[in-house]
């Protein structure tokens, strides 16, 4: 038990030294500035993000937030967030045996895993922000955007961790905190 603790903690305090280094922010922007959809560097810079988020940080999550909420150019990360998952709603309606469909949606999974943990422990800042980017001048509305991607899948058991991880994203980007009053009926 105290090994897990130890690594829990080594864990947090390596996510937020790389977030003092503005890693957070220089990963937000190497994402929105990716112009070939190159899924290799793509699912690079999904990955580090996701690790940097593990565990729901709330400190990364706070970066991300003010992020977002003071940089108007943030809005080409919430088309970029878009672009891919629509083009993971064509592919997943076109075929879903191709060697090209699997590197699509290995990028469309992280990316939503990586909204996830955006949300992770009901940051209802990031949750409202998702759902409706307030400082932009284009607005990306996720959750319908992951409800068409999930309604797109033909159930099966080669796209089943595709189909959960759609609900897994939801169930963060729309789940409130309950309040003690309704906790305690």
Do not use: P
């Amino acid at each position: 038990m105290k090994n897990v603790k130890n690594n829990e903690t080594e864990l947090v305090e390596r996510q937020e030294m790389f977030d003092k280094l503005n890693a957070t922010r220089i990963f937000i922007v190497l994402i929105w500035d990716e112009k070939n959809d190159d899924t290799d560097y793509l699912s690079s810079l999904f990955k580090f993000m996701i690790w940097l988020l593990l565990g729901g940080n709330h400190t990364v999550q706070k970066t991300i937030y003010d992020f977002f909420i003071t940089n108007s150019s943030s809005e080409k990360f919430f088309r970029k967030v878009n672009d891919l998952i629509l083009r993971e709603i064509t592919n997943t309606s076109l075929t879903s045996k191709s060697t090209i469909s699997k590197e699509i949606s290995k990028i469309g999974m992280k990316l939503l895993r990586l909204l996830q943990l955006f949300c992770e422990g009901h940051n209802l800042d990031l949750q409202n922000y998702l759902r409706q980017q307030t400082n932009s001048k284009n607005n990306y509305d996720l959750v319908t955007l992951t409800t068409k991607l999930l309604t797109s899948y033909k159930v099966n058991a080669d796209n089943y961790e595709s189909v959960m991880q759609c609900f897994d994203t939801l169930t963060e980007l729309i789940q409130v905190r309950l309040s003690n009053s309704y906790t305690n009926t």
